[in-house]
């Protein structure tokens, strides 16, 4: 099916909602707060974007366009794409994936794509501080960067370590970029130094009314997460060193991120 382009179409506002839902979720909420919703989450508005957004720059063919994304998402998802991955990995890619059919629930999202691409009675919503060339390209980078290979390693470590000091809990908050999750309790990136990954923590902090110093308590490591670099894989010996990592590894890197505070 034809139709008229509309040069507007990257202002639609339920293209520009997905784009931001997909680049918050595999950046931040699937690290952060790991359950079936966010797991599911970057499927539905990865297959609602991606052949919305190409259908646009490949003109009038939005049929094949839609038909070959769908065929290409459930070979992907299938064990029929092992062999692309261990090729990939012996050549440096380093992509990983996970076989499970429940995520070809998100194929029924695309219907809906093909019906908003295709509907001009849907209103149209210009950010009209945003140029175009630069909606396309943060589109460009979501599908590539979102696509960036990453290996979690599950942790689940508990830590008993506390540390005192006198700078403020504020300044600990600010400086590190802790996410509260309860009444003084936080999660964060701790970076894992010298390779391309980090650990996802969770911290208490409290003030000692006594001594009027802040409390610190490294409460746990939930997973470790190694992230390749654009058009590059994982590093095997990368991979080796983060699995071996101790409780005590992980407590001598918060102990050292600590100490940092004090440098100026």
């Known amino acids: 099916m034809h139709k008229k ?13 997905s784009i931001a839902f997909l680049l918050i979720n595999d950046f931040y909420l699937k690290y952060h707060y790991p359950s079936l919703l966010t797991g599911k989450l970057s499927d539905f508005t990865g297959l609602f974007a991606f052949p919305y957004f190409f259908s646009h720059l490949f003109k009038k063919n939005y ?3 839609y038909i070959l994304t769908g065929i290409l998402f459930i070979f992907w998802k299938s064990s029929f794409s092992q062999f692309f991955i261990d090729f990939s990995n012996e050549i440096g890619l380093g992509l990983s994936r996970v076989v499970d059919y429940s995520d070809l629930i998100a194929l029924g999202i695309l219907p809906i794509s093909y019906a908003y ?3 001009d009675k849907i209103s149209i919503k210009k950010i009209k501080l945003i140029p175009k060339p630069i909606l396309i390209g943060i589109t460009s980078f979501s599908f590539i960067a979102t696509s960036l ?19 403020h809990k504020d300044t600990i908050i600010k400086k590190f970029n802790l996410q509260s999750y309860n009444r003084n309790n936080y999660s964060f990136k701790m970076e894992i130094p010298d390779k391309n990954a980090y ?6 902090i409290d003030r000692d009314s006594i001594t009027d110093s802040t409390v610190i308590k490294f409460d746990s490591i939930k997973n470790s997460i190694a992230t390749g670099r654009l058009f590059f894989g994982h590093s095997e010996n990368e991979l080796d060193y983060i699995k071996k990592l101790t409780l005590k590894d992980y407590e001598l890197m918060f102990i050292k991120k600590i100490e940092t505070l004090y440098k100026k």
């Open 5 to 17: 382009e509309n040069n507007d179409w990257v202002y639609r506002k339920l293209f520009l909602i």
């Open 63 to 65: 049929k094949p366009i």
């Open 117 to 119: 691409l295709i509907n």
């Open 149 to 167: 290979p990453r290996i979690q390693t599950s942790v689940n470590l508990k830590s008993q370590l506390e540390l005192k000091t006198d700078i």
């Open 199 to 204: 650990a996802l923590c969770k911290v208490k």
